[in-house]
């Protein structure tokens, strides 16, 4: 089973301020997806990624995709209140196995 | 479209007692999951199918049985519930073309065992 180790665990940080999370395999990604969820509800999509070196932009937020399909990062420039969530990479390894790492969460502070 | 639908919201079992958590989804999506999130242990697949009549196990199957006898339904079962079973539970979808469809989440089933 491929395990997804994502960091930090947490992260507090003042509006205005950037930041960058993590997403890292112990095998290659066949795809990676970033999920955000708020308390309450259920994960979100935000973006997959497929393609090694590829990068996709979601207005404020960067996602890249390492070379080597292992790795995955999420910029957050100028973070808002409203980016507070938990942020959840998922992969499936090749099969219909969505499988995630435990998260990030992440609190932005007015 | 209401997405997909997990019924009940909340639940309080006491140890022993058997339930089935519903999903319903009106999308006709091929693909459906069954997850559980437990503090500092993100999501983990519990069963999943991907088609009418074809299931497997997660992660995390045991205790839980599954059935998918159309495409919009997938219901989760806990034959004898435990306390190790306290969770919330999340259902979600996604057609089955193109790699770059994530899934459809339900807003979950928070359920306790006492």
């Known amino acids: 089973t491929q395990l997804l180790e994502q960091s930090p665990q947490f992260l507090s940080i003042q509006e205005g301020e950037n930041l960058t999370v993590y997403c890292n395999s112990s095998s290659v990604f066949s795809s990676l997806q970033w999920y955000r969820q708020e308390p309450g509800e259920g994960p979100v999509l935000l973006v997959t990624v497929v393609t090694g070196g590829e990068v996709k932009k979601l207005k404020r937020l960067t996602f890249q995709f390492g070379d080597a399909r292992k790795d995955s990062s999420l910029h957050i420039t100028a973070a808002q209140t409203g980016d507070t969530g938990l942020y959840l990479c998922?992969?499936?390894?090749?099969?219909?196995?969505?499988?995630f790492g435990k998260g990030t969460k992440l609190t932005v502070n007015p | 479209n209401a997405g997909v639908t997990q019924t009940p919201k909340f639940q309080v079992l006491k140890t022993g007692q058997s339930m089935t958590l519903q999903c319903a989804q009106d999308?006709?999506?091929?693909?459906m999951s069954w997850y559980r999130q437990d503090p500092g242990m993100g999501l983990r697949l519990i069963h999943y199918s991907v088609g009418a009549g074809i299931t497997d196990q997660g992660e995390v199957p045991n205790g839980y049985n599954v059935s998918r006898s159309t495409t919009e339904d997938f219901p989760l079962r806990l034959l004898s519930a435990a306390p190790s079973q306290t969770s919330v539970y999340f259902c979600?979808?996604?057609?089955?073309?193109?790699?770059?469809?994530?899934?459809?989440f339900g807003s979950g089933t928070r359920l306790t065992v006492v």
């Open positions: 999308m006709n999506h091929e693909y």
């Open positions: 998922g992969s499936q390894g090749g099969s219909e196995k969505l499988v």
């Open positions: 979600a979808s996604r057609p089955n073309r193109g790699l770059s469809r994530g899934y459809t």
